[in-house]
């Protein structure tokens, strides 16, 4: 396998990579009433001393009352959790590695297993998180204005903290998804709307409170997906037309980065072509994509937290679309969190020591 490609140095306004490799944002829960410990800071170091390119944080909640249903999922808001976070980028600094935070509101949510619920019910466009399921209340004008504002604070903190860029969760049936969806926005107002285009203002008016935070200079990335939790199969985006129509505001609003998500990175997004998402929307917008979806492992991560292990897989298909130019850079999520060195491992050609993957690496920080 020739990996080189992967190990080209990527550069975008305030970020500058050693390497196309990016660490998914993946929700570990191991920072008490939401402040990241010395363990979580070790954690990312490690990740970073492992030549990681770009490290995105598990999503980390912005500053609204019910923006979260784990007690223990970071914030980033408040004194005591953004200490913990200037002590976790300090340490991926001092790693020589580079990283953002992934900001986020859950939005409609069901109940957390541990009984936990925040002091304020959920909320979301219309109360729903999936069709026929009511489980918070419809935001206001007031509520909405308020959480861009908590957005835009979030990307200001994170600037002032020492991070290279941020990334906005919009994705996985989140609270930003659950306005682009229909089956979750059912508003009649402005930010509703019976298209997808009409469904982005939402997340076009998150996206220009961040850029105003944050400057020009400052690389914005955003997370998104066609399926849902719900429902794997659903697509947002069902054409090109529509693909286009949805990102482009995106972008002219101030993204920088496409962060695609999908199941398996090397399925079509539409048919023919093989092009996957992350192909198509570098294609429609002009953005740098990322691609991400069961890379470097057998199966996909869904089945990965049913208790399905994964073996190490080849990363040749992965190589000759990247060659190709369908994407820019490259997110690797169940790898790096059995293995702090899977890509110091991959750039010096010791496929030999790669590990599988097996659920119990979702219970500890290594």
Not at 44 to 54: D, S
Not at 196 to 224: C, K, M, N, P, S
């Amino acid at each position: 396998m020739n990996s080189e490609i992967l190990f080209r140095p990527f550069r975008l306004k305030s970020l500058n990579m050693k390497n196309r490799v990016v660490m998914a944002p993946m929700t570990r829960s191991f920072s008490p009433n939401g402040v990241p410990t010395d363990d979580v800071a070790n954690y990312y170091g490690k990740r970073a001393q492992g030549e990681v390119g770009l490290i995105l944080s598990e999503g980390t909640v912005i500053d609204r009352v019910s923006s979260s249903n784990d007690q223990n999922v970071p914030h980033f808001y408040g004194e005591k959790a953004l200490a913990g976070w200037q002590n976790v980028i300090n340490k991926v600094h001092d790693a020589g590695g580079a990283m953002g935070p992934q900001i986020w509101h859950m939005g409609i949510m069901d109940n957390h297993h541990s009984g936990w619920v925040p002091s304020a019910p959920f909320e979301g466009p219309s109360g729903l998180n999936r069709p026929g399921f009511n489980n918070g209340n419809t935001m206001t004008d007031a509520d909405i204005a308020d959480t861009i504002a908590a957005f835009g604070r979030a990307a200001a903190d994170a600037k002032r903290l020492g991070f290279e860029t941020v990334e906005i969760h919009g994705a996985h049936g989140y609270l930003i998804d659950q306005f682009f969806w229909d089956a979750t926005n059912l508003r009649s107002d402005i930010y509703g709307g019976k298209t997808l285009a009409e469904r982005t203002r939402f997340a076009v008016e998150v996206i220009r409170e961040i850029r105003r935070q944050v400057g020009d200079d400052f690389a914005l990335i955003i997370r998104l997906s066609q399926f849902k939790p719900s429902a794997y199969t659903n697509k947002l985006a069902k054409t090109p037309q529509e693909m286009e129509a949805w990102l482009n505001p995106l972008a002219e609003a101030g993204i920088d980065i496409f962060h695609c998500s999908q199941r398996r990175f090397w399925e079509p997004e539409f048919e023919g072509s093989d092009l996957n998402f992350a192909g198509w929307a570098k294609k429609l917008t002009g953005k740098a994509t990322i691609t991400v979806g069961s890379i470097g492992l057998t199966g996909e991560f869904m089945a990965a937290f049913a208790g399905e292990s994964s073996q190490p897989s080849s990363l040749d298909e992965l190589v000759r679309r990247m060659d190709r130019g369908d994407f820019d850079l490259v997110a690797v999520g169940r790898p790096l969190l059995a293995d702090p060195f899977w890509v110091q491992k991959i750039h010096e050609q010791r496929t030999s020591e790669l590990k599988g993957f097996s659920v119990e690496a979702l219970s500890q920080l290594v």
